[in-house]
């Protein structure tokens, strides 16, 4: 197939913008899969910071981080992304390259553990103000769980609201896709 799936476009998005030696931040981590991939993307001499309010999340995502021996280029937070300008570094501010948020529950876990749309929107702006220009924000967008709708009705609204002269707003979605399927929205910061 020449269209991409949801996943696979979303990281080759990252790839475009992620290079070794740059910042990185996973919004989200989960059971970490985009962690790792975006620790891999910036190397040895770069930085991915994590984040996830839940235990559970961090444990794990540290785990697979230890397996791999990426550790030692990730700093994980247990805290929400809405905190993300406080926790990156002022160094870095101006210079994060890209940043993946999986919005929806963690899949294997507490199902009422999901994003909500006031942080959500807050993470947003914080990392617009900390982006290079010319760095993306890339989501991944499930919305199909109690909650969902609500926070990709707001997500959406201010997604079309953004200032077209600060950013350009991209919404990736196959349209004849049952069941809710995820969609892709991606941010370029000008
Ligand atoms: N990318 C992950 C992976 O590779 O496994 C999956 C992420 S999962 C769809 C969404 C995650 O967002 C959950 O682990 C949940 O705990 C987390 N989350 C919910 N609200 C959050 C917040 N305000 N800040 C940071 N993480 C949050």
């Known amino acids: ?9 979303a990281k080759e998005l990252l790839e475009k913008v992620v290079e070794s030696g740059g910042v990185a931040v996973d919004a989200t981590v989960g059971n970490g899969h985009d962690t ?3 620790a891999e993307l910036v190397g040895e001499n770069g930085l991915v910071y994590g984040f996830d309010i839940q235990e559970d999340a961090i444990e794990a995502t540290r785990n697979r981080l230890r397996e791999n021996g990426l550790d030692g280029r990730v700093r994980l937070f247990q805290q929400s992304h809405a905190k993300v300008t406080d926790c990156v570094d002022d160094k870095y501010h101006g210079s994060v390259q890209g940043s993946i948020f ?6 294997g876990s507490d199902k009422s553990v999901i994003t909500k749309p006031a942080s959500t929107l807050m993470a947003i702006e914080g990392l617009m103000e900390i982006l290079m220009p010319g760095g993306l924000i890339v989501l991944v967008v499930y919305y199909g769980h109690e909650g969902g709708p609500d926070e990709k009705d707001s997500l959406m609204a201010f997604l079309h609201n953004m200032d077209q002269s600060k950013a350009q707003v991209l919404h990736y ?5 049952k069941n809710n399927p995820p969609f892709v929205v991606a941010i370029e910061k000008k």
């Open 173 to 177: 979605q196959f349209l004849n896709q």
């Open 36 to 38: 790792q991939f975006l």
């Open 1 to 9: 197939m020449i269209l991409r799936r949801v996943l696979p476009f």
């Open 102 to 107: 999986n919005l929806g529950y963690l899949p």
